[in-house]
């Protein structure tokens, strides 16, 4: 029904009066006043003029209407006009014979802006004609001037939000270079979180908790998921011998390390969700389904879906890489740790779609 506004050029006034002397008189003040008046005789007519303009992306300045019409009178056509999104600022001033403080009252709580009586006067006409269409004009161009700014702001905070992204990411290559991780281990466990997550999407356990904007973050986020090693001494993340009880807490810590990195950069975001995953994936990933991980200890679906998904996902990536299990082989070793390291819902569905991962 209805389009978007072109360039009106001069104030287009439509006057609305079942009288043809009055139609003529508002016609011959409103075009004294260098605007473009567009009579009709009725509520019905005005409306579909209204309609029509619309349609082609135009829409009037403002609208002169008698209340007492044969039909659609003043009050039902300024409700229509009122009740519908792209009409409701226009403003509506009745003209009426009545000028009794009741009769205004009531014109005004119609929704009208301002209320003329008959007989005319020019001058009075010409100056609410004029206030209310520089109201509407100065209205217009504070909505303009506003999208304006929510689009620019929305642009400043995505390009924050993308050089943040770009700053985590480069501090999880450096964490992954200390601790040993190649490119590739990255890029699989990034490609293959995304198609976990895809076909868990699929199930019905598990439906209902991702969406496709969630898949797409998941997959962005669980390579962060040991930035914390970059607080960790690299003499302790690339050595070969066992690690002393001291230097395995040192170790465990990476998660804490990481999560408070994330929870600080969180506060000062005013665009959190990517950050909030990679959060819990930083802290949770070394949960295990039995409450036997750390840092916390957390059990079943205490644990996050999210660090539950990249836990087992990075198990299945360093058992297919650095290990050099075939895919079978990596799964049966998993099997014996589903339930107790991990979600064994997640494992099931992992173990259908394992032709898909690299």
């Known amino acids: 029904m209805f389009g978007r506004e072109k360039d009106a050029g001069r104030a287009t006034v439509f006057i609305v009066d079942d009288m043809e002397v009055n139609r003529s008189v508002l016609k011959e003040i409103i075009g004294h006043m260098g605007c473009k008046p567009v009579l009709f005789e009725s509520g019905e007519k005005a409306l579909e003029g209204i309609r029509n303009r619309l349609q082609d992306g135009n829409r009037p300045h403002l609208i002169l209407t008698d209340i007492s019409m044969p039909g659609m009178d003043g009050y039902e056509l300024c409700r229509i006009l009122k009740g519908n999104e792209y009409t409701r600022n226009i403003p509506v001033i009745f003209t009426s014979v009545y000028n009794e403080s009741k009769d205004i009252v009531e014109g005004f709580a119609h929704g009208c802006e301002d209320y003329i009586t008959k007989p005319f006067i020019a001058e009075e006409v010409e100056a609410r004609v004029g206030l209310h269409l520089k109201l509407y004009a100065a209205t217009r161009e504070l909505k303009e001037m506003n999208r304006h700014l929510q689009a620019s702001l929305r642009e400043q905070l995505r390009q924050m939000e993308l050089e943040k992204k770009s700053f985590l990411r480069a501090l999880a290559r450096v964490a992954a270079r200390n601790t040993g991780y190649d490119k590739a281990f990255m890029r699989r466990l990034k490609r293959n979180c995304r198609i976990l997550a895809q076909g868990m999407q699929l199930s019905p356990k598990f439906g209902e908790q991702i969406s496709d904007t969630y898949i797409e973050t998941i997959e962005l986020a669980a390579t962060l998921c040991d930035i914390g090693n970059i607080g960790i001494p690299r003499e302790i993340l690339q050595k070969k ?16 390390i990481g ?37 916390q200890g957390l059990k079943g679906e205490e644990i996050p ?24 082989e990596a799964l049966g070793a998993m099997k014996k740790e589903a ?19 690299r």
């Open 305 to 328: 879906l999210s660090a539950r998904i990249v836990s087992l996902m990075s198990r299945y990536c360093a058992l297919t890489g650095e290990e050099g299990l075939s895919p079978r």
């Open 241 to 256: 011998e066992a690690l002393t009880g001291e230097e395995e807490e040192i170790l465990r810590s990476h998660t804490l």
């Open 339 to 357: 339930g107790a390291r991990f979600d064994p819902d997640i494992y099931k569905i992992c173990s259908k779609i394992v032709r898909q991962f």
């Open 259 to 295: 999560a408070e990195l994330l929870e600080e950069i969180q506060d000062r975001s005013d665009y959190n969700d990517f950050i909030a995953v990679a959060g819990e994936i930083v802290r949770c990933h070394h949960e295990s389904w039995d409450g036997s991980g750390y840092p």
